[in-house]
Structure formats: C-alpha cells, structure tokens
C-alpha cells in the first residue's frame, strides 16, 4: 500500500514537471492564485454562520424534494416496486432545475451507470414519449433493460473509441448524465468526448463528484476559470468571446454534483453598454485598470 502511495506521488510530480514543460505561462498564472485558492478552501472548511443567519424555522417548514412541485421527487418516493433507483434525494431538486425546460420535448438523454435499471425508467416518465434514452454501462447484463424508448450500450466510458462509435450511431444528444464509475479519468474523458457533441442548449451532469481532493474537480475548475477570459474593446463597449465562452453558458457546483450547461444561442460579443447622462470618471469609481470611451 505505501509503495502504491510513493508511486502515485513520483506519478504526480512527473505530470506535474510535463505541465510546466508544456505551459510554463499558464502553470505561473495558476500558481498566483493558488494562495487565495488556498484561503477560500480553509474558509469553506471552517465555515461557520453567523448567528443573524441561524433561521428559527423548523426544518419541517422549509421546502424540500419532497414536495408536489418535483415530479421526479413524487415519482422517486412513490417508486416502491420494481426496477431499483439509488440516487441521493438533494439530487432529485437539480435535476429538476436543469432539466425541466426539456419536458414534453424531442429529446435524447444518455445516463451513464444504468445498475438496475430503474432510474431509465423514471427519465422516460419524467420527460414524456417524445424521450430516446440511451443506457450505458460497462456489464453485459444491462442489456435487459432495453425497451420501447431506451437503447442500451455497453462499453468503457474511458474508452475514447468507444465514445467516437457511439456518436457514429448517436448524433443527437441534450442531456448527458454521468453516473458510472466516478473515476476521475473516467469522468475526464466523458466531459471531454461527449460535452462538445451536446446540442446548443443541453445539458451535461456528473454525479457522486465526491471528497475535496479529488482530481475530476480540479479539472472543472480549470474549465470554469475560462470562463472569465476578458478581451475587452473599448471602441466597441463590449468583450470578444471566445470559442469556450461562446459554446459554455454556464458551470454549476453543488454537493457531490457538476452541471454545465451549452448555450442555447452563441454571444460572439459580451456588450456592456452605458445607460443615462451623468458619469463620474470612472477611475473614481475604482476601474482605472479599464478606460472605455462613452458614445455620443
């Protein structure tokens, strides 16, 4: 066990050394930051609230993924017989909240991890007959669960092969669910395979993204960060996107889950137009970093 351990540790340094080898200017950037990345982590870890935000509520008054309006909570509680689905219940309220603009539609949802089979059933109830489904599991004996709307794949979702056939066969796709093997560099290779072959506007999800140093994270934070890329044109009030922030709506963290969600319509510029007459100079307002040119 501490031989794995050293050796997973030389492992580590190897890659990182690789890194800095590749990107020297980007490793630098990541490092000035890893303080204040450093500080936000302790601060979250020995968070506690201040006693104006302690609510008297009793916990049976505040709503929760119980409630009627959640199909799919209703659906999961009243699940007692048949086909089995394991989900944690805060789940049930961000499916819901990512998912809900597709209900009723035309759509193609692959799940990753179909185990017993039973949550297949409960996307088809949730989203309606218009719904393809698409199961994928590394074990044969998933294949069972194939059926009117359902299709089943087996494969290894850190094949990269097998991802490029079943975009052969599967060229359509608004949700991706990743619920299979929660390996770090399983789930890197589903994001990376499957989150650009999602439609304009879909959604991509990863479940059971579990404890603090976990590398799938660190992966997403990576993403995120892009999303605050700044090229901004002070002849045209506005920001360039780029190709990223033009495909990547937005990143999404929750307790044990990751969603990103595509953009539905493309922003090639991000405006930031002035409104009214009056205007401080704006390095009195604490922008001297940034000169824009108000229009006529």
């Known amino acids: 066990m501490l031989l794995k351990r050293y050796r997973q540790i030389l492992l580590d340094l190897v890659a990182l050394f690789a890194s800095f080898v590749r990107q020297p200017l980007e490793c630098f950037r990541l490092l000035r930051g890893?303080?204040?990345?450093?500080?936000?982590?302790?601060?979250?870890?020995?968070w506690t609230p201040a006693r104006a935000q302690e609510s008297s509520t009793p916990p049976t008054a505040q709503p929760n993924s119980q409630t009627s309006s959640n199909p799919l909570a209703v659906y999961f509680q009243s699940h007692t017989e048949g086909r089995g689905i394991w989900k944690l219940e805060h789940y049930l309220d961000i499916y819901h909240r990512h998912f809900a603009k597709f209900i009723g539609k035309e759509i193609h949802i692959v799940e990753i991890g179909v185990f017993s089979g039973g949550s297949l059933e409960m996307w088809k109830n949730y989203f309606g007959s218009k719904c393809q489904v698409y199961g994928v599991d590394i074990n044969e004996a998933c294949k069972a669960y194939a059926g009117d709307?359902?299709?089943?794949?087996?494969?290894?979702?850190?094949?990269?092969?097998?991802?490029?056939?079943?975009?052969?066969?599967v060229p359509q796709v608004d949700i991706l669910i990743d619920d299979g093997g929660h390996l770090p560099e399983q789930q890197i290779v589903t994001l990376e395979e499957m989150l650009p072959h999602l439609r304009s506007g879909g959604v991509y999800l990863c479940e059971d993204v579990v404890a603090v140093f976990n590398r799938f994270p660190a992966y997403v934070y990576g993403l995120g960060r892009q999303l605050n890329a700044f090229a901004y044109q002070p002849s045209e009030l506005s920001v360039e996107s780029t190709p990223f922030q033009r495909a990547i709506q937005s990143v999404h963290l929750y307790p044990y889950v990751t969603v990103i969600e595509k953009s539905a319509s493309p922003i090639e510029h991000l405006r930031l137009p002035m409104q009214g007459t009056e205007w401080r100079p704006l390095a009195d307002a604490g922008t001297p970093e940034i000169t824009l040119s108000a229009r006529s």
């Open 34 to 46: 890893l303080p204040e990345m450093l500080a936000g982590s302790l601060r979250a870890r020995d």
């Open 149 to 169: 709307g359902i299709k089943i794949f087996i494969g290894d979702q850190a094949d990269r092969g097998f991802w490029r056939r079943f975009k052969e066969e």
